[in-house]
């Protein structure tokens, strides 16, 4: 399965595109779509419909992940926000692909395991799951990355969360349709597995190079043994 994740901004619109193969998560694509404040607004938002075509053509996603709007303290910003989306979910349904809404929250949750997870948390583990060489950047990629790990992994094959007929819109609240399988998920194992990795590679940076551990602590206890 293949998800391309959107952070939406019309000054800076962030995607990420990844692939979910069983419990494995790759990155595929990831960038950053920027506009100039000195071309018009109708332009801006035609250049982002442009460059979301060309990524949904060319990576064919099964699905769109998008953050969804929430009440800001700027209202410049989210109307900017809200002029994005409504540009990804016309190209999203102009291909006829389904789109999953989350909240930030619901994404740092997905991705860290805590809704408090500041960017440079997110950005770590995003490199972590996808085991990239370093934290993407800027943030508005790292943040379209994490919501497309967020969503990869809370589709399951079948499921049909939210994409009811009935249903205005699609919106990541696994909760509120149907309770999570009890168990290891695949995703919860390869968050595991790349925490683990984290630890064994700090473990191994911090080791001091030279001697084996026990004959650096012998050396250590040499000079009190020389004492006596």
């Not at 595109?17 to 950053?32: H, K, M, P």
């Not at 950005?123 to 508005?140: E, H, N, S, Y």
């Not at 399951?156 to 168990?183: C, E, F, Y």
Request: aromatic content about 4%.
């Amino acid at each position: 399965m293949i998800v391309l994740g959107i952070d939406p901004g019309t000054a800076a619109l962030g995607y990420g595109v990844v692939e979910r193969t069983g419990g494995g998560l790759r990155a595929v694509d990831y960038g950053l779509v920027s506009t100039s404040p000195e071309v018009s607004l109708p332009e801006r938002l035609l250049r982002i419909h442009e460059a979301l075509t060309e990524l949904i053509e060319t990576h064919r996603p099964d699905l769109v992940g998008v953050e969804r709007l929430f009440f800001s303290r700027n209202a410049q910003t989210a109307f900017g926000v809200g002029q994005a989306r409504g540009v990804v979910l016309l190209a999203a349904a102009q291909h006829g692909i389904p789109v999953r809404e989350a909240t930030p929250n619901e994404i740092k949750v997905g991705v860290t395991g805590f809704g408090g997870a500041d960017k440079e948390q997110v950005g770590r583990m995003v490199a972590v799951i996808l085991r990239l060489d370093q934290v993407p950047t800027p943030d508005d990629t790292a943040d379209a990355l994490a919501c497309a790990i967020s969503i990869a992994n809370a589709e399951r094959p079948g499921d049909r969360i939210n994409a009811g007929a009935t249903a205005p819109s699609a919106v990541l609240d696994r909760a509120a349709v149907a309770p999570m399988a009890q168990g290891e998920t695949p995703y919860e194992r390869a968050v595991r597995e790349a925490l683990t990795r984290e630890a064994k590679a700090r473990a191994t940076s911090s080791r001091a190079p030279g001697a084996p551990a026990g004959k650096a602590a012998a050396a250590r206890r040499a000079p009190a043994a020389r004492k006596r």
